[in-house]
């Protein structure tokens, strides 16, 4: 039987444009691609690209100050918001642009247009075209989700945060992982009057203890007014504000209030159910090893599939289909030992088990140090740092390594390779400091701090 292509993939975000481009350009499959909104998906137009560099410019507020602490003559301004807007628009469109080429320069066929599965080898188009391939990947990626409740439509989630027409004065963030976390820096940063909300006990749940403990600590210390143990119960819009009814009785008055309390991945309406395509709890399309779906002739990478949602792993799974399917050679994805970092103020950067995980799979030692870093010790800054190794009783391998501190992405890319070859706790002691630097502690943390 023959077919338009070798390849459809359905989404142009980061898993689907990767694997489109390196099936068409490495092994000269004929390879379509659609796409309904930008070129890059979330991470380039309304995830970490974005969030980034919102990242950097709330930043600068703090770096006036400690420069002032330095001896410079500067005085903090204001920021200007459709300054900094326009800028970052346009180098998302830029980016987009990128995307864009990196499929034409390849041979990637691409539709601007929604498209959803008819057959096991059909697509068609919002335009009612249809397209037979060999094998079709499904790379939709997720969106947020906001629950129902009383003025939940009054909301905006992270997909609206880049556009706001200006700064609010006020505002409330709902949520306690990756992404409240992240904005409520940003927004502090920005000189935005910033509440955060979380139900839980403590923020960024699933992360080491201590970790997230001093992220929460040092966020306060940074002016983000944190309320834990809190949820809305329910908005009304009063003016040009919103009026949040608290669960801990308060009522109050802020401009923006946006959630961030999870994201679901777009596998509606692509016909899936009528394929025998399976689909999970939260709607997820479920994959093997290999990324295939029930159907054989169907795959899914990255956030649709709910496995690991970071853009990186997207990224490998799609190149991981592509070795599969056309290299010959079935590459299954290693999920195991991910580093990341989250762009809270304070960064952490994170690879491998929290001691509280670690303790429960096997006798443990822990080493920990929390410092003030020498930058902002300097210039009067109570801000602390903490450097975490989790080491096993029995193998010495350092199971964790848990870093809050400035740079702390950056760092945990490097200290990610040595847990990711298994290094043992001896392995970080042979490796001589680099001085003077943060990280340094991380290979001269002698004794162990607790055992559990
Ligand atoms: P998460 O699933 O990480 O966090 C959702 C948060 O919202 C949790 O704190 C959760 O509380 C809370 N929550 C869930 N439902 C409700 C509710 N009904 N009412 C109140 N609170 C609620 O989602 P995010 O949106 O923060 O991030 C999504 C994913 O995006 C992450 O898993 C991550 O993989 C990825 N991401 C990665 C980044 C990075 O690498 N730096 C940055 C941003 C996102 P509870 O803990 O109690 O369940």
């Known amino acids: 039987m023959s077919f ?12 689907g444009v990767r694997a489109a481009r390196v099936a068409a350009g490495e092994t000269g499959a004929k390879v379509a691609l659609a796409e309904e909104d930008r070129y890059g998906g979330t991470c380039v137009i309304r995830g970490c690209v974005p969030k980034k560099l919102m990242v950097f410019a709330s930043e600068y507020s703090g770096m006036v100050e400690d420069a002032r602490s330095y001896g410079w003559d500067i005085k903090p301004g204001d920021f200007n918001w459709g300054t900094f807007r326009g800028k970052l628009h346009a180098e998302l469109d830029r980016l987009e642009g990128v995307y864009r080429n990196i499929l034409k320069n390849n041979g990637v066929e691409s539709f601007d247009q929604r498209a959803k599965l008819v057959d096991p080898h059909t697509v068609e188009l919002a335009d009612g075209t249809r397209k037979t391939a060999k094998h079709i990947l499904i790379a939709t990626g997720g969106r947020p989700v906001v629950p129902e409740f009383p003025g939940s439509d009054l909301a905006i989630t992270s997909n609206e945060i880049f556009h ?5 004065e006020t505002m409330l963030i709902v949520g306690g992982g990756y992404i409240a976390c992240e904005f409520a820096g940003i927004m502090n940063g920005m000189g935005v009057k910033t509440t955060q909300f979380y139900r839980g006990a403590q923020i960024l749940r699933g992360f080491d203890d201590e970790a997230r403990g001093l992220i929460c600590e ?7 007014d944190v309320h834990l143990g809190t949820n809305v119960l329910e908005m009304a819009r009063e003016g040009d504000r919103i009026r949040v009814k608290a669960t801990n009785g308060t009522e109050r008055l802020f401009d923006v209030v946006m959630y961030a309390t999870g994201r679901a991945p ?4 692509l016909g899936l159910e009528a394929l025998g395509v399976e689909r999970g709890r939260k709607g997820e399309i479920i994959v093997d090893e290999y990324s295939q779906t029930a159907v054989p002739s169907i795959y899914a990478i990255g956030d649709v599939t709910d496995r690991v949602n970071l853009t990186p792993v997207a ?4 190149m991981a289909f592509v070795e599969t ?5 079935p590459t299954p994805v290693d999920h195991e ?3 990341t970092a989250i762009f809270t103020q304070p960064e952490m950067g994170t690879v491998g088990l929290s001691e509280e995980a670690a303790a ?7 080493y920990a140090t929390s410092f003030k870093p020498m930058q902002q010790s300097f210039a009067g800054r109570s801000q602390r740092v903490l450097m975490k190794l989790i080491v096993s009783k029995a193998t010495r391998k350092v199971l964790g390594c848990h870093i809050v501190a400035p740079g702390a992405g950056e760092m945990i890319q490097l200290a990610g390779i040595a847990v990711k070859m298994g290094a043992t706790k001896e392995d970080f002691d042979r490796t001589v400091a680099v001085h003077p630097v943060m990280a340094e502690e991380l290979v001269t943390m002698r004794h162990p701090v607790r055992s559990a």
């Open 164 to 168: 706001l027409e200006k700064l609010p």
């Open 325 to 329: 399917v056309f290299k010959g050679n």
């Open 337 to 339: 030992l991910i580093p």
């Open 218 to 224: 040092e966020m306060c210390q940074n002016g983000v």
């Open 315 to 318: 990224i490998r799974e799609g």
């Open 266 to 269: 777009n596998a509606d309406d």
């Open 4 to 15: 338009d292509y070798d390849l459809f993939v359905i989404g142009g975000g980061s898993g």
């Open 360 to 366: 429960e799979q096997e006798p443990i030692e822990v």
